[in-house]
C-alpha cells in the first residue's frame, strides 16, 4: 500500500517535489529484455516539456532523464526501473508570502491542514512537475507495450479549451502535431490561440478537455469487478493534477441516451474477430476491453495561479489578499496530454501483465 | 492485489454471481468496538432492493445479510466481516439462448474472450446484483464513521434521467425518499415516472445521472498522488456496473470555465474552520478533503437489456438476432443510487483510517 | 492492503471465528478453467479434520466446504471463489472463566490489548480452526498448479516430537500414510504414540517440526528481493498457529557450515536440464527457484491449552491460577502437516501466475 | 503488488544494482513532521559499510546517502522519501568468466533462468549491496520510531559463527560494538576472530546467526492472521540476502520444549503493566506484541564466493570449474547485524502505523 504508487502489476511509485533536488519514478514489475534507452524516454518527456511556447509555464526544464537502474546494455532486466530527472530551474526568489497564504484552488490549504508541514516551494509535491515522473514511466510503458502487443497506438489531444470545442467533423490526426495544443483540428486551433492569448494576457486562465485514444489494444483486457479497465483508467486520469471529470465513451452523455441509442450491436469481422456497429461503450464492456479503440476523456479545470486578486487566508487565520505571480500556464490542459497518454499506456500494460498472469495466452475464441 | 477488492485499509472483497446459491462482501480492516447488527445494515440493503416499484427490475430478492464473522455482542472486533446475502430468486428458465448469444451491451462476449468461461445465468458476476454486496459493505462503512467522527451525512439522488434534469432551484433534500427515483425535485419526479413508464412500455431503457454528497468530512483526508480521495472516489463510482463517467465538483463543465470563474475564495469561518466563497473544487484540493461538502457526480449508461431486437453473434460466429426478454430495470440508475452511497462511505471510512495511520490526530491548525 | 490476505495474485482472504457459525475463504486470482468440485476439496480437509485419532483434539467438526461461488459446470471462471465451512460443533459451554482470565501463550491477553473487545469462545479467530480455511483454499491451488504445471507434488509430514526426531536413514515416504503422525520414519511413530501418550495422561503437551516438501516446481519463481519464494514461504509457514522457526533447506544449520561443505555444485543433467550435487539451498537461489525440490521446515510450539495449573491475570488486573479444559491437542503439530502443505501450494500457485504475468513463458535458456 | 517493496504502510521500495550508477530506497507512509536528516541515516549506512575490518570484503564504499525528497527544512513532510546512495567503487574488470560461467550458491543461474537477462557485474540486484538501501530506510525508520513511541531500542549482534556460539552466562551488551563482529561475549569475539582469519586465509567462508531484539515496543502491534508481526519478522529477515532460517523467541528449540516449559506465566507489574515469568514466545503471542523484548534471530549461509575451485556449468551447457576471485566477505553474517536492525526498524514503523490506523489509540485496559 503506497498512495504514491500506480499499478497492479506494473508498479509506478513517482517522488520528488517541484524545488527539491530531482524528482523521478521507480518502476517495478516491467518485463525483461524490453529495448529502452534514455533517447527513447526523452522524446515523450520532450511533449511535456514547459516552456516550449507562450501558453505553457515559462519555467525552464532540462527534463533529462537519467536511466538509475534495471537497464543493462539496453534491455530491461525484470528489476526496478529508476528514471530520475534533476530539477535544474529551481529559480531561488522569495517564497515568504506563499509560505504564509494559502493560493485558493491549490493544495496549500489542504496540504498543511492534513500534514501540518509542508514544501511550499512551487507547490512541493502536488506540483504539476510531479506528472513529469508519470511520462517518464509512460515511455517505458510504451516500449514494453511494443514488445508484447505489436501494434498499439495511443494519442491524445485536446477537444476544448474553456468555452471553445473542436468540430469533429474537421478531426485530422495528422493535425495533433502541428500547433502547439494537440488539436487535432486546425481551424479550431486558431480559434484557441487568440483565446488563450487574450486570457493570458489579462492573467486569467481557463480549462480543457483532452482525450486520448487507444487503438490496437487487444479485447479481454481488465479484471471484474474493482479492477475493471476503465475503472483504473478513471483512476488514472482523476489523479492527474487539475482534473475533476473522467468520460469512457459517451461519458457523462450517456444519460441522454435511450439503451436504443446506445447499443453498439456486434458483427462478424472479416478477419474472424467481432466487429461493432459503433463505439459508444468506448471500447469496454464489463470492465474489460473489446478490441475497439479505448476511448478516455478527461477535463481539467483552469489554473488556479491567475493574476486577479483573490481572497484568502494566511496559516494564522488572518484574511489576506493574493495575487499568484509566477511561472504559469495559461491552460494547464496543454500539458496535460502527454501526461493522459502516459498513463493510458502504463494502464495498458499493467493489464496486459495481469491478464497473462491470471489467464495466459489462452482464451475463449469466437467461431 | 486482487481485482475483486476495494480499499486501502478498509478493504472490501466481494464475491458471487446472481445466480449461484449466493453473493456477498468479505470486509477486512474495519476498527474494533463498533456499534454494528445485521438490522442495521439491511436498512441500506432495502433501499436497493429489486422490485421496489414498477421502474426497476422485477426479480423478487428478499436480500437478507447474514454477519458470519468480526462481530461478537454487537460489536466488530477488528476481524474480517463476511456479510453473506443468499440468492432466492433464481427463477428457473431457459438459458441456451444467452449461452449461446452475446447481449449487446453487456459484458457476456467480453468475459468470453477473456476467460474462455462464463457464468451466463443472469450475467453472473457482472450483474448488477453484485451491488448488493458493496450496499452491505457500505452500512458497515457508515456505523465505523459514525464511531469515528459524528456528524457526517452521505446523501444520493439523481439529478439526471435521459434528456430530463432536475432544477437545482427546486432542490429539496425531504423530497429525496417521497419518490421511488431519490429525486430531489418533486415536480421533476412526476416528469420521470411518465418518461420511464413510456420507455418501460415500449421496451427501451434511458441513462440516469447520480449525484452523492457527503456532509461533515474533517478536512485532511485523501493521500497524493495517488491515493487522492478524488482518485478513489473515481475509481470507487466507475466500477459501479454501466457507469460512464464521474465528475467531482464542477466535474466536466469545470473544462469552460475560466480560473476567476471557478476561484474558491478562502475565508475564516466564525467557528475558526476555513470558508469557502464557492465549492467548484467538490471539497476537494490536491486530493484532499477540504471540510467542505464533497460533491461526485456519475453517469449510468442505460439498461442495455431492452426489448427491441438487435444484431448480435454467437459464440460460433454466427450472425443472429436477439431479444432480451426478462425483469430488467428501464433506468438501472435508480438502484445506482444506493450504491453510490455505499461507495462513498466506503472510501471515506477508508481515508479516516489512512489519515490515522500515517499522520493520527494532529494536524496543521489555522490560526 | 488486508491483514487476513495472503498471497499476491493467488489472494486468498480468510475470516470467521472458531464458534461463530461459519469460516472461509474468499480467494480470488484463480485462473480460470480449472476443473474442481467439492469433493477435491474436501479430501484436503479430511486430513487437517480434528478427532480423527487421540491425539488430535476430539473436538467433532464435519468440515464440509460449500463452494458459493467462482466455480461454473465444474471449473473456476476466474471470478473469486468462496470457499465455505460452516461450524457444526461449537459445544455450549461456560465461557465465563476464559472471557475472564487470559490463557498464558495464548492470543487472549493480546488480542484484548490490541482490539480492547475479542471474541473469547475457544479463541475466536485466533484458533487453529482458522487453518481450515487454508487447507480450503491450499486444495484449490493444487487443481490450479495441476492445471498449470502438471507432475507437481507436495508432501507434507512431521520430522519431530519433542525430543524425538526421525532417522533420515529410515525415511519411507510410503509410510507418511499409514500412522497417525505423518511420519515417514515407522519406527519413530511408534516411539511417538508412546510419549504422546504420556503427555496427554499428564495432560501435558508437545512441541514437533514439519517439513513439507514439493516436488516438479519448475525454475525460475519467487522475484526479488521482497517477493522471493522463500520469504514468501517463511511468511506463510509463520503465519500458522503457534510456528515458532522457518528454515529452508539447510536452514539454521546452515550457520554452522563452510561454504566449501555448504556448496551445490552444479552439473548438466542427461535432460538438458541443471542438476545439483546436493541441495543444501532447499531448492531457492537468490530468492528464485532452482528446479530442485523445495524444501520448508517449520517448529510449531507445545500447545498452550494444558491441564497443568499456571498463574495469570484477569482482565481486571487481578492474580489467578487457570487449568485449560477442553478438548485440544497434546501435539498441535500433527494438524499442522496439512496446513503447510496447504501454504506451500498456495506459494507456489501465487509464484507462478507472478512469474507468467512479469516473464510469460519465456526465460533463459542453457546449453 | 512490487516485489521489490516491503511493508504495509510504512513501504520501501528499494531499488539498483551492485555496479550500476546508484542504488536506493524510494520510501512511502512516513508519518510527517519526523525530524531526519542525511547524518542521522549515515550512522546506521556507517555500521554497514564494507571494509571495515579484514573480515568484511574490501570493496570501498562511500556509501553516502542523499535524501532526494519528502524532507522540508528537517522534517518529513509525508510525502515519498527517496534516498540515493552512489555506486562509487564499480572496479573495472574483467567480467567475461562470470557472464559465462554460473556461480554455485549464488543467483546467477536462478536469474538467467527466470528472467533470460541478467546484470552481472557485482551479482546485480543479487549483490548484498541491495541491502544498504535497507539500511538507509531503516534509519529514517528509526526516527520516526522515536518521534511515535520514546524509548524503542533496537540492537542486533552475532551469536554464533560456524561452530563457535557465544556463552550467554557472558553476554554483555556493552561488548557489541567493541569488536568487528558485533559479539556480545568478549571471550568468543576472539575465538571468532582466530577462526575466520583461518578461514579466510584458506579461501574459505563460514556462516553465522544474527539475533536482533527490540525493547519498549508496546503490546499491540501486529495484525493477525496474515500480517502477524512474527510473519512479518520472518518474511523481513529471511528477505535478506543468504538467509536460510528464521526464529521467533525459542524458534526451532520450541519443538522440544513440553507445554509446561514454554509456558510464559503472565503477572501483574508494578506499573499496572502485565509482566510474564519469561519469554519463550520472544515477544509475540497470536501475532500480536507482548510489550516484552521482541527477538528475531536469523541464520546467514556462508559466502558462496569462495577461493575453492567448485564444478559448474556456463550458460551454453558446457561444464566448468569456477574459482570466485574478488573481494568477498568470509562471513557475510557480520554485515547482516545492521541490516537486521533496519529491517526490525521497519516492521515496528509499519506496525504502529498499521495499529494506529485501525485502532487509534484506544484500547483493551488491563486492572
Known sequence: MSTNSFGHLFRVTTWGESHGPAIGATVD????????????????????????????????????????????????????????????????????????KFRPGHADITYWQKYGIRDYRGGGRSSARETASRVAAGGLARAAIAALVPGVEITG?????????IDRTRFDAAEIGNNPFWCPDAQMAATWADYLDGLRKSGN??????????????????????????????AAMMSINAVKGVEIGEGMAAAMLTGEENADE????NDGQPVYSSNHAGGILGGISTGQELVVRFAVKPTSSILKPRQTITKSGEAAEIITKGRHDPCVGIRAVPVGEA?????????????RGQVGENRGRIG
Open 29 to 100: 514489475g516491467c518485463p525483461p529484455g524490453v529495448a529502452i534507452d534514455e533517447a527513447f524516454i526523452q522524446q515523450w518527456l520532450d511533449k511535456r516539456k514547459p516552456g516550449q511556447s507562450k501558453f505553457t509555464t515559462q519555467r525552464r526544464e532540462a527534463d533529462e532523464v537519467r536511466i538509475l537502474s534495471g537497464v543493462f546494455e539496453g534491455q530491461t532486466t525484470g528489476m526496478p526501473v529508476q528514471l530520475l530527472i534533476e530539477n535544474t530551474d529551481q529559480r531561488s526568489k522569495d517564497y515568504s508570502e506563499i509560505a504564509e
Open 157 to 165: 489531444y485536446m477537444t476544448r479549451v474553456g468555452i471553445h470545442e
Open 343 to 355: 498513463m493510458m499506456a502504463c494502464v495498458i500494460l499493467d493489464h496486459l501483465l495481469l491478464h
Open 266 to 269: 456486434i458483427f462478424m469481422g
Open 205 to 234: 486562465s481557463v480549462g480543457a478537455v483532452v482525450e486520448v485514444v487507444a487503438k490496437g489494444v487487444p479485447a479481454g483486457l481488465g479484471a471484474p469487478v474493482y479492477g475493471k479497465l476503465d475503472t483504473d483508467l478513471a
